[in-house]
């Protein structure tokens, strides 16, 4: 059986790429595995919320996890700040990290260029509670997208410094998991690149949205005035649509678009029309049921309950192992 662990930073809604390129991994692997699904807070301090906000998102986060179908009883749900263990190990981790290394991360240095005047230490350092996230529990696998690869090549170089720094095999060397296939980057709807909460308006299909919003959304993704000439390569934007529609739609809509572009006959209006009813379908439901967790806060504490008390007992062994090994011993 297999180790599993992963995460998401409450700084926002679950989107369709959060959806697509995690959590649908998550709930598939939770059938077979030792599961252990977090919310990451400790990891969102980094652009400094407002109390509130912080308690809001962590909730929000909380309900979309069990409305996509999450299960509280074949996994372990809980919130990052429930196990100070972790910030104990972020912290052995942090000794034996370099600056060198830490400042070529490719996250750090976009958010550097986005937020230039909050470049702190924490956000320099992301790597390193990532790290210290998923060895608490000596997890192997980390169903995550694309965006995250860079991240867990951090934690095995970690994890193995480890190993080889206290001369024990102590840490599995985990990898980023898809089921054997490609990690997944959902592209978003403004043609720019990935989706994402902090990319601009209208970027992001939430899986809280209701159909007008999605309708609206869709319906103003960019487009152009068509292909020119037959078979002509479709530009990043155009293509960022088709793979939307790979992800909602059947393949017998994917193919007739795609013909009908091949053909220089494409109506983008009926493709996005397609697309957002598509979505719809897939989004209604999990809509439904995050209305109705959002009104259950009883339900809500006791699975946070649940989820910190067993994550709990698998951290603190951990840490008494680590601490046993780096040397701080009872007098
Ligand atoms: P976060 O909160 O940005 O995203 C959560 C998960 O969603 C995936 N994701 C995407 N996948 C495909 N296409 C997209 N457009 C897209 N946008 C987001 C992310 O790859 C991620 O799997 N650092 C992590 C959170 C984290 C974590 C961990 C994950 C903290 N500790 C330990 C795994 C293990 C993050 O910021 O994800």
New binding site residues.
Partial sequence: MEIV?????P?GNL?L??Y????KNFIKMQEENKCFF?I?DY?SLTTHPTPADLHGNVKQVLVEYLATGLDPEKSTIYIQSDLPEIAELYLFLNMNAYMGELERVTTFKDKARKQPENINAGLLT?PS??AA??IIHKANK???????EQ?LEMTRTFARRFNRMYKEDFFPIPTAYNFGEEL?????LDGTG???KSEGEGNAVFLADDPTTIRKKVMRALTDAGPTEPNQQKPDYIDNLFSLMKLVSTPDAVAFFDEQYNKCAIRYGDMKKQLAEDIIVFTEPVRQRIIELSGNPEYLSKVARMGAEKAHESARKTINEVREIIGFRAF
């Fill in positions: 662990l992963s995460g998401i930073r700084t989107h790429g959060n697509f390129g995690a959590v977090f990451a990891h992301y509670l990532m996230d998923i980390v169903p995550v997208g694309k965006d995250q991240h997944v980057k959902v592209p978003g990935k989706m994402g």
